[in-house]
């Protein structure tokens, strides 16, 4: 936003619960606070989500977010979301969503190009997007989540879409009708802070005496990854390994069903919230798939990714490497995986031995460009706003 707003006339329209990027040129807009539009707008999303579902030939129960749904929400959604029916709901969604305030807003400013964020379910994003396009304005959307185009729906196309590497461009025209034309592949703005770090750029050491930290990232849906953490915890005392491991919980835990009740003996809970100290103390990651090993990745350190079923809670977690940006990332292979609980020591083992290996370390850093694109020739902003000035003319 900063070089947009240096080189060009930029109004930020926000809701007002967002408090950054306050200038003379942000307005502060409430789209929609009627619990009844709320309500029909997350019917939309899901009803968009089990769509996409269909189209790729997932079953919404293997999908965490459908089977959070009660039977009957869950069956009417798998129905609506038939060809047969699916086009008289967008068409209700078409005429229902519309926003006056946004579109009075629109017209007010009269802007040469409208720029949204993709990120979950923002329905403030598509409403300007709706509204911008019925006003015959053009439209640009930055994607936000790694997982959008897998799990999060879409509901209407931009001008011009900006996606994170070619994992994301591939989903994109595999997964939705939209033309090849439209996909312009940018990389990520949140990871550009490490690309020009200097401990990015820095020679990398191999680390001869074999002594580890490794970080154990979770996830926020439902896994006994304690039971996990454990097992690794007694295999580095049982095997007298120089290796000390950290866990960091999701923010958004799932409340878990058990709890180890013995101690750890090699393993420090991290209660901190400075990231970048895990992302330089850690020599590597175990997590049960979280986005933490793209960061990971960037900086050269390996990661075992963990797709076991906890046999305690209802949702089988192994399915989610049948996710598209999950299954396209263990393609690449360069991420150590585990899919059956028996042979989880045996691969940290293994992965132990990866951690002192540079020539793996550059093949990591180099496949990663596959899932995020980055260049230490420019930045992010600057290829964002290279595109628009060719695209739209700004």
């Given at each position: 936003?900063?070089?947009?707003?240096?080189?060009?006339?930029?109004?930020?329209?926000?809701?007002?619960?967002?408090?950054?990027?306050?200038?003379?040129k942000?307005?502060?807009?409430?789209?929609?606070?009627?619990?009844?539009?709320?309500?029909?707008?997350?019917f939309?999303?899901?009803?968009?989500?089990?769509?996409?579902?269909r189209?790729v030939g997932?079953?919404?129960?293997?999908?965490?977010?459908?089977?959070?749904?009660?039977?009957?929400?869950?069956?009417?959604?798998?129905?609506?979301?038939?060809?047969?029916?699916?086009?008289?709901?967008?068409?209700?969604?078409?005429?229902?969503?519309?926003?006056?305030?946004?579109?009075?807003?629109?017209?007010?400013?009269?802007?040469?190009?409208v720029?949204?964020?993709?990120?979950?379910?923002?329905?403030?994003?598509?409403?300007?997007?709706?509204?911008?396009?019925a006003?015959?304005?053009?439209?640009?959307?930055?994607v936000?989540?790694?997982?959008?185009?897998?799990?999060?729906?879409?509901?209407?196309?931009?001008?011009?879409?900006?996606?994170?590497?070619?994992?994301?461009y591939?989903?994109?025209?595999k997964?939705?009708?939209?033309?090849?034309?439209?996909?312009?592949?940018?990389?990520?703005?949140?990871?550009?802070?490490?690309?020009?770090?200097?401990?990015f750029?820095?020679?990398?050491?191999s680390?001869?005496?074999?002594?580890?930290?490794i970080?154990?990232?979770?996830?926020?849906?439902?896994?006994?990854?304690?039971?996990?953490?454990?097992?690794l915890d007694?295999?580095?005392e049982?095997?007298?390994?120089?290796?000390?491991?950290?866990?960091?919980?999701?923010?958004?835990?799932?409340?878990?069903?058990?709890?180890?009740?013995?101690?750890?003996?090699?393993?420090?809970?991290?209660?901190?919230?400075?990231?970048?100290?895990?992302?330089?103390?850690?020599?590597?990651?175990?997590?049960?798939f979280?986005?933490?090993?793209?960061?990971?990745?960037?900086?050269?350190?390996?990661?075992?990714?963990?797709?076991?079923?906890?046999?305690?809670?209802?949702w089988?977690f192994s399915?989610?490497?049948?996710?598209?940006?999950?299954?396209?990332?263990?393609?690449?292979?360069?991420?150590?995986?585990?899919k059956?609980?028996?042979?989880?020591?045996?691969?940290?083992?293994?992965?132990?031995?990866?951690?002192?290996?540079?020539?793996?370390t550059?093949h990591?850093?180099?496949?990663?460009?596959?899932?995020?694109?980055?260049?230490k020739?420019?930045?992010?902003?600057e290829?964002?706003?290279?595109?628009?000035?060719?695209?739209?003319?700004?």
């Amino acid at each position: 936003m900063d070089k947009l707003s240096a080189e060009s006339d930029l109004i930020f329209f926000r809701s007002p619960d967002v408090d950054f990027f306050k200038n003379s040129k942000s307005i502060d807009l409430n789209l929609a606070n009627n619990k009844t539009v709320s309500r029909f707008d997350i019917f939309f999303w899901y009803f968009y989500l089990f769509v996409h579902l269909r189209r790729v030939g997932v079953q919404p129960e293997k999908s965490f977010k459908a089977a959070q749904l009660n039977i009957f929400v869950f069956s009417l959604f798998r129905v609506i979301s038939n060809p047969i029916f699916s086009w008289i709901i967008k068409i209700i969604d078409y005429f229902w969503s519309r926003n006056k305030i946004a579109h009075f807003a629109l017209q007010r400013q009269s802007p040469d190009l409208v720029i949204a964020p993709a990120s979950a379910m923002d329905t403030y994003s598509y409403y300007f997007i709706r509204e911008a396009k019925a006003l015959n304005i053009p439209c640009a959307m930055i994607v936000s989540h790694w997982d959008y185009f897998s799990k999060k729906g879409l509901r209407i196309i931009p001008d011009r879409l900006y996606v994170w590497g070619n994992d994301m461009y591939r989903t994109v025209l595999k997964t939705h009708i939209i033309p090849k034309k439209k996909v312009c592949i940018i990389g990520a703005p949140h990871f550009d802070r490490y690309i020009s770090s200097p401990y990015f750029n820095s020679p990398i050491i191999s680390k001869v005496d074999h002594k580890f930290t490794i970080l154990f990232a979770g996830t926020s849906v439902p896994f006994d990854e304690e039971s996990v953490l454990f097992k690794l915890d007694e295999y580095i005392e049982t095997n007298k390994l120089n290796v000390s491991l950290i866990y960091k919980p999701h923010p958004r835990a799932w409340n878990r069903k058990s709890k180890v009740t013995h101690p750890y003996k090699h393993t420090k809970f991290f209660d901190g919230t400075d990231y970048d100290q895990l992302l330089l103390l850690a020599d590597g990651l175990i997590t049960p798939f979280s986005s933490m090993i793209l960061e990971f990745a960037l900086i050269g350190k390996p990661s075992l990714a963990i797709f076991i079923n906890d046999n305690l809670n209802d949702w089988k977690f192994s399915e989610m490497k049948s996710e598209e940006h999950i299954k396209m990332l263990i393609e690449h292979n360069w991420l150590n995986v585990c899919k059956e609980n028996d042979k989880l020591e045996g691969l940290f083992e293994r992965f132990l031995e990866k951690l002192a290996d540079l020539n793996y370390t550059r093949h990591i850093k180099l496949k990663v460009k596959n899932t995020v694109f980055y260049s230490k020739a420019n930045s992010f902003s600057e290829r964002l706003y290279e595109d628009l000035s060719v695209n739209f003319k700004i």
